[in-house]
T-cell receptor
Framework: AQKVTQAQTEISVVEKEDVTLDCVYE???????LFWYKQPPSGELVFLIR????DEQNEISGRYSWNFQKSTSSFNFTITASQVVDSAVYFC??????????WGAGTKLIIKP | GAVVSQHPSWVICKSGTSVKIECRSL??????MFWYRQFPKQSLMLMAT?????????EQGVEKDKFLINHASLTLSTLTVTSAHPEDSSFYIC?????????????FGPGTRLLVL
């Protein structure tokens, strides 16, 4: 069965610290897509990244970086030098052969000034 | 690009009334749109998949007669909560597939907060 696990319910760090959000997935499909979305207090979901199952290259975008490892079925997200504006709930999601998004439970990230 | 709008952003209504929520893809055509519901501190729950020109596909446990979905054009899908009750109070979010093929990314609207008194 397809499943996405975000074991960290809530993380709290002080501004400028680095923080990693974990995402572990399960799927039987060989072709699939992984996503990260950010949901700030306003509620609007913001697309951050999409990664397909054949591309294990890590990606860096500014202070954000993603580590995709098929061997451990993980797609972790790191924020470097965190800022208060990074405070939000972050969701990891998997798109399988049914083309539906399977969502993790989300990780609430609190960045303290 | 890939902007999805929702209207209204907030609605408060009396129990028993019907509420219509609109979801529009502003700069792309979306043959498929999705409707989600999110309760406080929970993840998104898919309610239904809306396909342009055909009936929506509802997830198990979602009453199709209560949550009416109409996807009349490639840029507009509507969700009508009929005879709303306090337990229908929630955050409703729509999304639309941008791009082509299986790699399409879902882009989300800003959501509609519904409060039924």
């Amino acid at each position: 069965a397809q499943k996405v696990t975000q074991a960290q319910t809530e993380i709290s760090v002080v501004e400028k610290e680095d923080v990693t959000l974990d995402c572990v997935y399960e799927t039987r499909d060989t072709t699939y897509y992984l996503f990260w979305y950010k949901q700030p207090p306003s509620g609007e979901l913001v697309f951050l990244i999409r990664r397909n199952s054949f591309d294990e290259q890590n990606e860096i975008s500014g202070r954000y970086s993603w580590n995709f490892q098929k061997s451990t079925s993980s797609f972790n997200f790191t924020i470097t030098a965190s800022q208060v504006v990074d405070s939000a709930v972050y969701f990891c999601a998997l798109k399988d052969s049914n083309y539906q998004l399977i969502w993790g439970a989300g990780t609430k990230l609190i960045i303290k000034p | 690009g890939a902007v999805v709008s929702q209207h209204p952003s907030w609605v408060i209504c009396k129990s028993g009334t019907s509420v219509k929520i609109e979801c529009r893809s502003l700069d792309f055509q979306a043959t498929t749109m999705f409707w989600y519901r999110q309760f406080p501190k929970q993840s998104l729950m898919l309610m239904a998949t809306s396909n342009e020109g055909s009936k929506a596909t509802y997830e198990q446990g979602v009453e199709k007669d209560k949550f009416l979905i109409n996807h009349a054009s490639l840029t507009l899908s509507t969700l009508t909560v009929t005879s709303a009750h306090p337990e229908d109070s929630s955050f409703y979010i729509c999304s639309a597939n941008g791009g082509t093929g299986t790699s399409r990314t879902q882009y989300f609207g800003p959501g509609t907060r519904l409060l039924v008194l």
